[in-house]
């Protein structure tokens, strides 16, 4: 089985490569930590200025692996707690154990916003939910023309994790397109100022890896003072307490009655098509016009 994540140290950088290109570079237990270590690795060698964080094949992720035989639907991924207590009965939930779940995945994507390294990140294809939890705590980004990205679980299943939406964007396109949930398109997302760059596919990986070089021609403890002084400033802002807040509502979202019928529907109509519906008003993700 090939490895989840790819790691490479070459010309004064890392890359960090998710590596499930047969799923779309979906996210399972495995991946995050993968990431979460790569970026670790990263960040105790000397020979590395700069991370770029990219995905295989054409498609940074799109986002946490949902199908029927994910664990990513229930409480099978690892969750770092235990505690006493009853068996609990079929179907419970447990808000505590929840949050520390997902709050696991909290944790590992912000050490790409803790990293005193700068990282950039390579959006191609598709981010998608789950994804922009990870990609939008990257410094900069930059994205391929023909990519898109999106909060798809704003219409049902999810509230973002790590919240870094309205820390990238003003009032209005946060709340634009976190009530919707609907698609961004390279063009918007440069307009509106969530990534850096908009570069054509075939040359995406080469100008990113351009600009993290670029890096070693700075002294490391000037560019860690640098991104500690702008991430302290929103962290002030309330940062850590919108992810809490962020994380529990997270839960909650995946255990209200209309999200047990939209699980329970995969099996019955199949997870396209479930997929399909939920996007039909909106014509965007699995229900793009061809």
Not at 111 to 130: D, L, N, R, S
Not at 237 to 245: A, D, E, F, I, K
């Amino acid at each position: 089985m090939a490895d989840p994540v790819l790691y490479e140290e070459r010309d004064d950088i890392a890359i960090i490569t998710l590596n499930r290109p047969e799923k779309k570079n979906t996210l399972t237990d495995a991946l995050v930590q993968g990431v979460a270590d790569g970026v670790d690795t990263a960040t105790k060698s000397p020979d590395v200025a700069a991370i770029v964080l990219r995905g295989a094949d054409g498609t940074l992720t799109a986002g946490y692996d949902l199908t029927p035989d994910s664990d990513a639907i229930d409480s099978g991924w690892s969750t770092p707690y235990g505690a006493k207590g009853p068996r609990p009965r079929a179907g419970a939930w447990d808000p505590v154990r929840d949050y520390q779940f997902m709050g696991n995945n909290v944790r590992r994507f912000m050490k790409i916003w803790e990293c005193p390294k700068p990282v950039i990140g390579q959006i191609e294809g598709w981010a998608i939910g789950g994804a922009t939890d990870m990609i939008l705590c990257a410094d900069l980004l930059y994205m391929a023309t023909d990519a898109h990205l999106g909060y798809a679980p704003s219409r049902i299943y999810g509230t973002p994790t790590t919240m870094m939406w309205v820390y990238r964007l003003g009032l209005e396109h946060a709340k634009q397109y976190l009530l919707t949930g609907r698609a961004i398109d390279a063009t918007e997302a440069h307009r509106i100022g969530l990534v850096s760059h908009v570069v054509d596919p075939a040359d995406i990986a080469d100008v990113v890896e351009a600009e993290a070089r670029r890096f070693a021609n700075i002294p490391a403890n000037q560019l860690a003072l640098n991104k500690l002084l702008i991430n302290q400033a929103f962290e002030n802002m309330g940062l850590r307490t919108s992810q809490m807040l962020g994380t529990f509502f997270d839960g909650m979202t995946r255990h209200t009655e209309e999200a047990y019928r939209w699980v329970e529907a995969f099996s019955e109509k199949g997870f396209r098509n479930v997929v399909r519906e939920r996007d039909d008003p909106w014509e965007d993700y699995g229900s793009a016009p061809s």
